[in-house]
């Protein structure tokens, strides 16, 4: 297997586990975050049916294996029709806080976006963004990005605009942080 590299703050890669028995061990300097999207993450350890496994450096997150399995909240469109749902595990987002502690300033949230929905959600200005599609036909900012990769974005951006093309359901994690 290999990992998509993503260099979003703490970030460093993300690989798609579908149909694979588990995860690879963490590289060297990296802890990992396994994700699945019923709005579970366990940051270190196992986590059965795993959908991804991101990287994070080492030094952002303390030596201990964390589990997050936040409560839904409901997402609203730019035209306030109900979107989908939301996850934090990390950070802060749509003004709630992961469970997840880090030593850095970061975040991870999962978002399971409606069909043909369109989103703008607030962002941290100084922070840069990687946003993994597990599945569907998903854009950020009018950029496809097509099922199992990532979108990333450079700091300086206050909204980001996510849009699922698809008729069907898209799972989308976004995680952020300071650049190094």
């Given at each position: 297997m290999s990992f998509i590299e993503l260099n979003a703050g703490p970030w460093r890669g993300v690989a798609f586990l579908r149909g694979l028995a588990?995860?690879?061990d963490a590289p060297v300097?990296?802890?990992?975050l396994a994700w699945r999207p019923d709005g579970t993450a366990r940051l270190g350890g196992v986590l059965e049916r795993a959908h991804a496994q991101v990287l994070i450096d080492a030094e952002a997150v303390p030596d201990k294996v964390q589990r997050a399995q936040p409560d839904a909240f409901e997402l609203r469109s730019v035209t306030t029709q109900p979107a989908g749902e939301a996850f934090v595990f990390i950070g802060h987002m749509f003004n709630r806080?992961?469970?997840?502690?880090?030593?850095?300033?970061?975040?991870a949230a999962q978002l399971t976006l409606a069909p043909e929905t369109e989103?703008?959600?607030?962002?941290?200005e100084e922070f840069e963004y990687a946003v993994l599609a597990?599945?569907?036909d998903v854009a950020v900012n009018n950029t496809a990005v097509p099922a199992s990769s990532a979108g990333?974005?450079?700091a300086g951006h206050r909204t980001l605009g996510l849009?699922?093309?698809a008729d069907s359901i898209a799972?989308?994690?976004?995680?952020?942080?300071?650049?190094?």
């Open positions: 588990g995860p690879e300097g990296c802890k990992s806080t992961g469970a997840v502690e880090t030593k850095r300033a970061c975040m989103l703008a959600i607030m962002v941290e597990a599945d569907g990333l974005l450079d849009k699922n093309r799972h989308v994690l976004v995680l952020g942080g300071k650049p190094a």
